[in-house]
């Protein structure tokens, strides 16, 4: 079982930056795809962003242009680099590792977003 933690939360002012880290047990080529999703405050689970095992990428409408993730293979490691930030992406951000039918979960950062 592969283990997934995040790192990187905080608080930034409206139109700041921050980058999330996902650092994997072992290596994030043995998945799928690697995603993140955020959960805003009374709001259900959402999808953010994902990167799959050939480095494609793909967006949610809402972080397009504002958000980039990206991998380092050598390292383990996911990021997704946050600019631009607004006060509803504030949220708790969870890495997610896909193999087949298996879907591990990280334990969440969290983001706060002030105006």
């Known amino acids: 079982q592969v283990q997934l933690v995040e790192s990187g939360g905080g608080w930034v002012q409206s139109g700041g930056s921050l980058r999330l880290s996902c650092a994997a047990s072992r290596s994030i080529l043995n998945f799928n795809r690697m995603a993140w999703y955020r959960q805003g405050p009374g709001k259900q689970r959402e999808f953010v962003a994902v990167i799959d095992s050939g480095g494609t990428t793909n967006y949610a409408d809402s972080v397009k242009g504002r958000f980039t993730i990206s991998r380092d293979i050598a390292e383990r490691t996911v990021y997704l680099q946050m600019n631009s930030l607004k006060p509803e992406d504030t949220g708790v951000y969870y890495c997610?590792?896909?193999?087949?039918?298996?879907?591990?979960w990280g334990q969440g950062t969290q983001v706060t977003v002030s105006s």
């Open positions: 997610a590792a896909f193999f087949l039918s298996d879907l591990t």
